[in-house]
């Protein structure tokens, strides 16, 4: 395929139905980065040679070096279909490790489609199902690419028919993940509130899109490192004449159970069943398999010619004398079997142009989830045609920035040193002749004298030049370009757009006044890139439908934003993130003096990296959030060596964990039954009584466990009672709004049945919901305060304390001047708890009395301070005394942990989880292969150079994955101490085994510097001295 211009290609970006935008997405190394290389050397961009060893797309360093992707990167290719129609194909490549997931939703919010890489020996990894996932949410059409084929053959040795069932089971397993995301999503749909409706929502939906088939021309089967690829489509053509059938049928029974009756010359159902060799094995699989057992196993290198010939090849002369076997097949196949004509040719057919997206995509992107679309101006539901037809034409310019990706100041294109013409060349090459002859001519002390006033000359200048270097201001080495995508509109250089931050709301009036808007900038487009991996090109505009780089944009977008032309525009939803930041770490520089050059670096950092979070602690350490250990180095990394270029110290991670309340325990540390005496079960003893310092006010409180129902509820609703939160006083709630509340109650009643009140109260689940006074902390936690004294609170389920004004009764309680006071204690109790000062996690704070005695007395007066500092006091104190009456426990995050390992290696793994107290869930053997797909629980703290100590133990065969997945309470008492005669004879007298819990509590409060109960030397025992033999 010829090498096309860049102008060439920025015609094609105007004609929009041969415009497609595409992502590769897979689990870390299934092959995504060589197949991106095998298609840009299509290009003849890089050497067809080279493809897979080059890493074209990746151009960092470090990437090189790890072999892995770090960032997504794009580049805009040329293909020409067999109908010589020319089509311009944006591609980005996304990374596969875990640790940079939030570069892959970047990557997926911009494109139309994805290629969905599954490596054929390793079947559908953690990572596959993430990004399928996300392709669902996010709407796209994804097309399948089985890639390693060639893995199969040499390394697995499986026969043809072997591989076709191997095949067979990973297309299915593929399709299960789909088919389960389809099914979840439907039935969280699915409206239950129909009492007498039996039918399931799944049996009204069609999903007769949504799976892969080869003979849909979905899937393609390919081997990227060998360059070769082909889909049932290629060989339907090949065979259709010879065969005497029809492409269109035989397109349709290449793959499946069907065998070819060569007498009634037709695909007949049920190969399996009369033991007949399936036509994919018959006329695919086994020509592959002979080509590799003649040119790579055989090394049979006379047959090459004649295989050629065969296949109507023509090899060139240099080809036919490779020594090396695989770059032969390379050759060979990759003539025969191009990977670019099979996989650019799938993209084209099944992936939308930018033109066709859905009503539902278009609706997801533009408008919020929770908004209702009548409360939206006519103008702003308007804007959904036009972005939905996608019209360069259109007045409204609307584009999303994704990122923004950092490039050094040498790879703008306008700073590259341009070629020079042939005439230019000319002069230069005259003028130095010229000045040979002349010296020629001189004398050998003029020539000396005229150097020394040279040099003079030169100096004088230069020195100049320094000074005024000096004067000038230091200039950023490193420019953001905004990688974005224009969905309406065309982007032009110097346009003025609005900047809309995720707060714009065209529903409000001032956001769509120009002068008043508090959420919307005026912006100024600079340059227009084309991204050609790691470079780009100049552009003068850039019509609707295209992927773009915009610069001058770096002082105004953080890392994502809207651009519009108008203020009617809604904000794009957020990107759906598939993992957490969960990993802290504190970085200071080695040097004090380099502080100022940190904070700056830092800035940079946050902008240029899409998933880290920089943050200044109370402390005033400076911590950033990643996602795990590889996402730190690479933090680090980019600190030190580009952004802040200063030395810095890194600090142990810092891992947040949560305090709770568990009910009593039955049984004691060796499971011996614990019997309870009257006093035990006594409940008055866990009520905390609390007086303010005047003593007019009494608090009495119980703390009490929350079912895991009502924990995960709260969790999962986490936004919505922020929403609610942040709801002004009297604003009437939207009907959509208020709906999704009356859902969380109903659920909430359901799970308030479980609590246990211990006989304390006699009000029914309904009630009791009706009676949650705040929650906490920060109003959306997973912690409940709940009113059960006489005291009317305000309702909690509408728009914050405006319930009940009008009740005579209510409004002359003089405690409704401290509500705010006592809200405000249990949200600084709740916020840092007593264990280790960190929030606390599914406790009720039951309140069952709370009396002022306000009679005839200043309540305010004896010299104790305003009365509100004392409830607020007293509030905090009470909380954490009824906190401290139960059995306590900490809660710490766990990590999903995916290991691939031999056999072989399965011990020594199992050991270092162990050793970590990690807990299996799984080890199952994975079909085909001798590998075993292990899944593990591992806690947060102690996964630190997890990854190493395994590589280490294992001699590099097992690679751990690892995804934040759910908090889980450490079921051991921070103080507990072996009593029992049991107890100290498995746990000895001196606790031989330390306390897990304590250790993790007292690592949180030493680096908080809080007191640490702790003795320099515990059990001192005299040690006996040994004289030394003479």
């Known amino acids: ?94 990374p596969g490790h875990v640790d940079f997931s939030s570069e892959v939703s970047t990557a997926v919010r911009l494109c139309d489609g994805a290629i969905v890489v599954v490596d054929v020996v390793e079947g559908v990894g953690p990572q596959t199902r993430a990004c399928l996932k996300q392709i669902y949410e996010e709407q796209l059409k994804p097309v399948l690419l089985l890639n390693k084929l060639d893995r199969l053959i040499l390394e697995k040795q499986l026969t043809p028919l072997d591989a076709y069932f191997h095949l067979s089971q990973v297309l299915e397993q593929v399709n299960a993940v789909l088919g389960s995301i389809f099914a979840s999503d439907v039935l969280a749909k699915e409206d239950i509130t129909q009492k007498d409706n039996y039918e399931s929502a799944l049996e009204q939906v069609d999903d007769s899109e949504l799976y892969f088939s080869p003979a849909a021309g979905n899937v393609v089967f390919c081997s990227a490192y060998d ?95 490779l020594t090396d076997a695989k770059l032969q097949i390379k050759t060979l196949l990759g003539q025969w079997l191009p990977i670019d004509r099979s996989v650019l040719q799938m993209v084209v057919q099944h992936v939308p142009a930018p033109h066709c997206i859905s009503e539902e995509r278009a609706q997801r992107l533009l408008y919020p989830a929770n908004m209702e ?15 939905r037809s996608c019209k360069a034409a259109s007045e409204h310019v609307i584009a999303f920035v994704s990122k923004m990706t950092p490039v050094h100041v040498t790879q703008l294109p306008q700073n590259r040193a341009k070629r020079l013409t042939a005439e230019q060349l000319q002069q230069r090459r005259d003028e130095v002749r010229r000045r040979i002859e002349e010296r020629k001519q001189q004398s050998e002390q003029e020539s000396l004298e005229a150097l020394t006033a040279g040099v003079e000359q030169l100096s004088t200048p230069s020195s100049q030049n320094a000074a005024a270097v000096e004067a000038e201001p230091e200039r ?164 030190e060596q580009s952004y802040a270029k200063i030395k810095v110290n890194v600090s142990k991670p810092i891992v947040s964990f949560r305090e709770t309340i568990v009910p009593d325990a039955t049984v004691d540390m060796v499971n011996e039954a614990i019997v309870k005496t009257a006093e035990d079960k006594d409940v008055t003893k866990k009520i905390a009584v609390q007086q303010t310092l005047n003593k007019l006010g009494t608090l009495k409180v119980i703390a009490l466990p929350l ?45 308030f049945t479980e609590l246990q009140l211990q006989g304390l109260s006699t009000l029914t689940p309904e009630e009791l919901v009706a009676r949650i006074w705040a929650l906490g902390p920060r109003n959306c936690g997973t912690n409940i305060l709940l009113n059960l004294s006489d005291y009317e609170q305000p309702d909690f389920w509408s728009a914050h304390g405006k319930a009940s004004d009008t009740d005579v009764r209510a409004a002359a309680d003089p405690r409704r001047d401290y509500n705010s006071s006592l809200l405000n204690g249990f949200q600084l109790t709740t916020g840092a708890g007593p264990l280790c000062e960190e929030p606390m996690q599914g406790v009720c704070f039951a309140v069952l009395e709370w009396s002022v005695q306000s009679e005839g007395e200043d309540l305010n007066a004896r010299g104790f301070g305003p009365f509100s500092g004392q409830v607020l006091t007293a509030a905090k104190e009470v909380c954490r005394q009824a906190f401290q009456n139960q059995p306590q426990r900490l809660v710490t995050p766990m990590y999903s942990c995916n290991i691939v390992v031999n056999a072989e290696m399965l011990g020594k793994m199992y050991a270092v989880i162990g050793r970590r107290h990690g807990k299996i869930l799984s080890g199952d053997l994975t079909q085909g292969s001798g590998n075993f797909a292990v899944t593990c629980l591992l806690p947060v703290i102690e996964s630190f150079n997890f990854a190493q100590e395994m590589r280490k133990q294992t001699s590099g065969l097992a690679c751990p994955q690892l995804m934040f997945s759910h908090w889980e309470v450490i079921d051991i008492d921070p103080f507990w101490l072996p009593t029992t005669e049991e107890e100290l ?46």
Not at 377 to 383: D, I, Y
Not at 516 to 536: H, K, N, R
């Open 373 to 387: 679309l009548q409360s939206l101006p006519p103008q702003t539901l308007a804007l959904k045609e036009e972005f």
């Open 985 to 1030: 004879m498995h746990f000895g007298e001196k606790a031989d085994s330390a306390n897990r819990a304590k250790l993790y509590m007292d690592s949180v409060r030493r680096r908080k510097g809080l007191f640490v109960d702790e003795q320099v030397v515990e059990h001192a025992e005299k040690q006996r001295t040994l004289s030394k033999n003479k």
């Open 1 to 94: 395929m010829p090498v096309v211009d860049a102008s060439e290609l920025a015609q094609l970006q105007a004609k929009q139905q041969q415009v497609r935008n595409i992502c590769i997405l897979a689990h870390v190394d299934h092959g995504k980065t060589t197949l991106a290389d095998s298609l840009v050397a299509s290009n003849g961009i890089i050497s067809q040679r080279m493809a897979g060893k080059l890493r074209y797309m990746d151009s960092r360093q470090d990437e090189q070096e790890r072999g892995i992707t770090m960032k997504s990167s794009s580049i805009s290719l040329y293909y020409q279909d067999n109908k010589q129609a020319d089509y311009l194909i944006n591609l980005i490549d996304s």
């Open 227 to 321: 360059g070769w690829a082909f889909g049932v489509a290629d060989f339907a053509r090949m065979y259709a004449e010879r065969l005497e059938m029809s492409v269109e049928d035989l397109q349709q029974t290449l793959w499946g159970d069907f065998y070819y009756n060569a007498k009634k010359k037709c695909a007949v159902a049920g190969a399996q069943e009369k033991a007949k060799k399936p036509m994919f094995v018959q006329f695919v699989l086994e020509n592959i398999w002979s080509l590799y057992d003649i040119i790579v196993v055989r090394k049979d290198k006379e047959k090459l010619p004649g295989i050629a010939e065969k296949l109507g090849l023509k090899l060139a002369a240099r080809d036919l004398r």
């Open 707 to 751: 079912p895991e129902s009502v924990v995960q509820l709260l969790e999962q609703h986490g936004n919505v009672f922020k929403e609610l939160a942040a709801t002004p006083r009297n604003t009437l709630l939207s009907e959509k709004f208020s709906s999704l509340l009356n859902n969380i109650k109903t659920q909430l009643i359901a799970g």
């Open 476 to 639: 950023a080495e490193y420019e953001f370009i905004a990688f974005a995508r224009v969905f309406s509109g065309t982007l032009r250089r110097g346009m003025q757009l609005y900047m809309l931050a995720p707060k714009h709301d065209p529903r409000q009036p001032t956001h769509r006044d120009a002068e008043q808007a508090p959420y919307a900038s005026l912006v100024t487009i600079g340059d227009l890139y084309m991204f050609m991996g790691g470079e780009l090109q100049l552009l003068e505009e850039v019509p609707a439908g295209n992927i773009v780089g915009i610069g001058g944009l770096e002082s105004h977008i953080v890392k994502t934003a809207t651009l519009s032309s108008t203020l009617d525009c809604t904000s794009f939803s957020e990107l759906s993130i598939m993992a957490t930041p969960i990993l802290r770490v504190a970085i200071e520089p080695v040097l004090p003096q380099d502080m100022p050059k940190l904070a700056k670096g830092l800035k940079l950092l946050n902008q240029a990296d899409a998933c880290v979070q920089v943050s200044v602690a109370p402390t005033g350490e400076h911590v950033i959030t990643t996602l795990g250990e590889v996402h730190v180095e690479k933090c680090v990394h980019d600190l």
